[in-house]
């Protein structure tokens, strides 16, 4: 996917558009800050044979722009998809 318009947080439901321009529907799990940058950590709203249910999106959320950007680097993914898991542990416990 590439870079794609975002829509008011409290919308919960975000609308993405694919490469081949189709329109992807994704629920907003979090939005978490993780070395200075904010990242969308989102669930198919209509998962597929593409993209399946539990399968998080993650995406550098660009404020200035108003975009989510795709993040290519396979360790900052898994990097940050940790530091929400920690924090959400951290929100259960308390």
Same mark, same amino acid.
Request: proline share 2%; aromatic share 8%; with cysteine.
């Given at each position: 996917?590439? *870079? *794609? ?6 919308? @919960?439901?975000? &609308?993405?558009?694919?490469? @081949? ?8 799990? %979090?939005?978490?800050? /993780?070395?200075?940058?904010? /990242? ?7 998962? %597929? ?19 989510? &950007? ?11 998809? %940790?530091? /929400? ?10």
């Amino acid at each position: 996917m590439s *870079e *794609e318009e975002f829509e008011d947080e409290d919308n @919960e439901i975000i &609308e993405l558009v694919d490469d @081949e321009g189709k329109i992807v529907k994704f629920k907003l799990l %979090d939005v978490t800050e /993780y070395k200075g940058e904010k /990242y969308t950590l989102l669930l198919a709203a209509e998962p %597929d044979d593409e993209i399946a249910e539990d399968e998080v999106l993650i995406f550098r959320l660009n404020e200035k722009e108003e975009i989510l &950007e795709p993040i290519e680097d396979e360790d900052l993914l898994q990097e940050v998809f %940790d530091f /929400y898991c920690a924090e959400a542990d951290e929100e259960s416990e308390n």
